[in-house]
């Protein structure tokens, strides 16, 4: 039941494997702040509600400055033109989302959660439908809006890395009565800091790819002029 006290009934968060207003101006976005998202709807959600939740999402993370790429995978695999990118997890530009029955393990108040490495690496985020279900049930808030923001939060724990929940906005680790009203106004957004964070993480990761690329190029030339 929802409380306007001081007590958290919503929490989300991130697991290392091992175990201000967030308002904030639209920072542009471009091709090199872009990531990849395979969702797996284990969970059987409305295709329609997680098809608008991705919309949702896509539109906070733009206000960061940060492209998403949204494919919905099938639980059973099967051949088809994505099949072999629903598979692909390479920090930090593709990612793995399962909408997933609550874990057993967790707090009952836990809505999603994200995996990383203590050096703050991961790929996998899970997000637990029944409880937004419920949550939309209970107190009438739009399972869509919640879910939408939830993947945003889980997603961006994977960019920001370790201890990256804050005080305010979207990566609070507690949402309250507030900051759902926020987010159905469009207003539960990530703050300035975290925007650049993310954004350079996904620059930083883009130079180091041409990095590669380039002196990987340059061996093999040199190989070919070998063989000569």
Same mark, same amino acid.
């Given at each position: 039941m929802l409380r306007k006290t001081g007590s958290p009934y919503l929490w989300l968060g991130l697991l290392l494997l091992l175990p201000l207003s967030a308002a904030t101006a639209r920072i542009?976005? #471009?091709? =090199? &702040?872009s990531v990849s998202v395979a969702v797996y709807n284990d969970a059987d959600a409305p295709v329609h509600l997680v098809v608008e939740a991705e919309t949702i999402a896509t539109r906070v993370f733009e206000q960061a400055g940060v492209n998403v790429r949204w494919i919905n995978c099938p639980v059973v695999p099967r051949d088809l033109p994505d099949a072999a990118i629903c598979r692909k997890a390479v920090f930090p530009t593709y990612f793995q989302l399962r909408i997933v029955p609550p874990h057993p393990g967790l707090s009952e108040s836990s809505f999603g959660v994200s995996y990383m490495s203590p050096e703050g690496i991961g790929c996998y985020s899970y997000v637990f439908y029944q409880r937004v279900a419920q949550q939309h049930l209970d107190n009438e808030q739009s399972a869509a809006v919640l879910l939408g923001h939830?993947? +945003?939060h889980e997603i961006a724990h994977l960019l920001l890395g370790t201890n990256s929940h804050s005080a305010s906005g979207i990566m609070r +680790? %507690?949402?309250?009565?507030?900051?759902? @009203? #926020? @987010? &159905?106004?469009r207003e539960l957004l990530f703050t300035p800091d975290q925007a650049r964070a993310m954004t350079e993480r996904? %620059?930083? #990761?883009?130079? &180091? =790819?041409?990095?590669? #690329? @380039?002196?990987? =190029?340059?061996? +093999?030339?040199t190989f070919e002029g070998s063989d000569k």
């Open positions: 542009p976005s #471009s091709s =090199t &702040n939830i993947m +945003a +680790a %507690h949402w309250y009565l507030q900051e759902l @009203a #926020s @987010a &159905n106004k996904l %620059h930083e #990761s883009k130079q &180091n =790819t041409e990095k590669t #690329s @380039a002196l990987g =190029t340059k061996v +093999a030339r």
